[in-house]
């Protein structure tokens, strides 16, 4: 699904992309990089919701054992963090 990948000052266009077992970022501007997000389902620690701009619920935050928060805006933030809630359960069970 199309993501936008917000740092607090920048909007990095790109596909968040929910795996059997990992969940990743791909950059849609640059293709042949290695910086993309790849976090497997049991490192992550929280699934939020994250407000920009006083837009409450617009974007998702994940948070990884490692203390790293990573916010997604999307467009339906209620049923990503489920989503990825759900693949978390599976994984840790």
Not at 30 to 36: S, V
Request: aromatic residues 8%; proline residues 1%; hydrophobic residues 40%.
């Amino acid at each position: 699904m199309k993501a936008i990948l917000w740092d607090g000052h920048k909007q990095i266009n790109g596909e968040l992309i929910l795996q059997k077992k990992r969940l990743e970022f791909r950059l849609s501007d640059f293709g042949e990089t290695d910086l993309d997000f790849d976090v497997s389902y049991r490192e992550i620690r929280e699934v939020k919701y994250h407000s920009l701009y006083k837009l409450t619920g617009v974007a998702v935050e994940i948070i990884s054992e490692q203390g790293r928060h990573n916010i997604f805006i999307v467009d339906d933030p209620m049923n990503v963090k489920k989503a990825i809630e759900v693949r978390c359960e599976v994984m840790s069970g």
